[in-house]
């Protein structure tokens, strides 16, 4: 089966070069799911656009009656932070406009109409709510959009752009990583506990709360929310909606083992999920697969307490106990002393989850995360 190829104009530069996005489209048995897969929203992050490759050759090696549905791949989401440099290192993680973090500029405005539309389709069926909810966000983004000669802000048009390729979606998977170096893991929502296992990853954090800004969130809060207020009606609806944001190792690099874990578990999920046939997935470990669903309150980032030079990094993964040692920071201790090592400590037990790229840092700069699990949780 081959792709579906749309090139989508995003802006003209000053050089009069254009900016585009380009996805990749398969479509299958009409009845099934949509997904929408997308790689590269952070400018260094760069791991799921090979992740995405691998799955573009996999989909192109099956026949259209294997794929139920329709998967859409959209890798360098976005370039302008994909281009960003300082020296060799990619930044990417702002918009240079505004400020911006790329992946918290998602969402539309909180829906004073929705009480008023949950009352009028109480008596609905699922299938008529769902289509004409998903109207009335449409209209909700294109609203947010202007269209006459006062233009729009690029952070704006770029967000709504992204947003209207998914909004019809039935799952979104959005691939990202560390900005620094971390261990391969997702972010999933509640009621997707089950799935989260076919990623076949072992660490999930779990945001309970979604606040609606990211990628991931701003596609599935509206209909959380929606299923909410038909539930203070005494109405029971499950749109079986799904979002997952994959978080694939290192930022500016591609690491090999990452991008195993991504193909691998994406095909499994999919599999799962009944929207690809195929005879080598889902593995039979699926349904037996553990996967640690941590809240991400236990997520602890450690800042630098002084200035200087971090001399001993732990490794990811390294199991780290309550108040032994965390890291060695070497202060340059200019006052008439001795540069002067001094060690940090752990304050809560569990193990490396991400460690800073830069082993110079101010006070105040980040240096690493711990994933607190307690004493008993084996990395
Ligand atoms: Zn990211």
Redesign the pocket.
Same mark, same amino acid.
């Given at each position: 089966m081959e792709a579906k190829i749309k090139t989508i104009p995003l802006a003209r530069l000053s050089s009069g070069d254009d900016l585009t996005l380009q996805v990749y489209q398969f479509f299958g048995n009409p009845s099934g799911k949509k997904v929408y897969i997308q790689a590269n929203? %952070?400018g260094a992050?760069i791991v799921g656009n090979v992740v995405i490759r691998q799955l573009m050759s996999w989909l192109q090696s099956l026949d259209r009656g294997q794929l139920w549905g329709e998967v859409w791949l959209l890798p360098a989401c976005n370039p302008l932070g994909m281009n960003q440099r300082s020296h060799f290192f990619s930044s990417g993680r702002y918009n240079p406009y505004d400020g911006k973090d790329w992946?918290r500029i998602f969402g539309v405005e909180e829906d004073g109409e929705r009480a008023t539309f949950a009352q009028k389709y109480l008596n609905s069926s699922q299938d008529t709510i769902y289509h004409a909810y998903l109207d009335h966000l449409k209209s909700q983004l294109n609203n947010a959009q202007s269209f006459q000669t006062s233009g729009t802000s690029y952070g704006v048009k770029y967000g709504n752009l992204l947003q209207s390729l998914c909004l019809d979606a039935d799952i979104v998977i959005d691939l %990202?990583?560390s900005?620094n170096e971390g261990i391969n893991y997702l972010f999933t929502f509640p009621k997707q506990d089950e799935s989260a296992k076919a990623f076949l990853l072992d660490v999930g954090l779990v945001v309970q709360q979604p606040g609606g800004y990211t990628f991931d969130e701003a596609f599935l809060k509206p209909w959380l929310s929606l299923e909410e207020t038909f539930a203070q009606l005494g109405r029971s609806l499950n749109f079986n909606l799904e979002s997952w944001t994959l978080e694939l190792g290192g930022g500016m690099t591609a690491n090999p083992q990452s991008v195993e874990k991504g193909v691998t578990g994406i095909k499994n999920y999919l599999a799962q999920k009944g929207v690809v046939n195929v005879s080598d997935f889902p593995l039979p470990e699926t349904k037996d697969h553990h996967i640690y669903l941590a809240d991400k309150s236990q997520l602890k980032k450690y800042y630098a307490t002084t200035g200087g030079i971090i001399e001993t990094y732990p490794p990811l993964r390294t199991p780290v106990k309550a108040g032994a040692s965390l890291y060695q920071i070497l202060e340059m201790n200019k006052k008439e002393h001795s540069p002067q090592l001094m060690t940090v400590t752990a304050e809560e037990s569990g193990f490396i989850f991400d460690v800073g790229k830069n082993q110079a840092v101010n006070e105040g700069e980040y240096v690493l995360s711990v994933l607190e699990t307690g004493d008993n949780y084996d990395a």
């Open positions: 929203l %952070h992050e992946n %990202h990583s900005s």
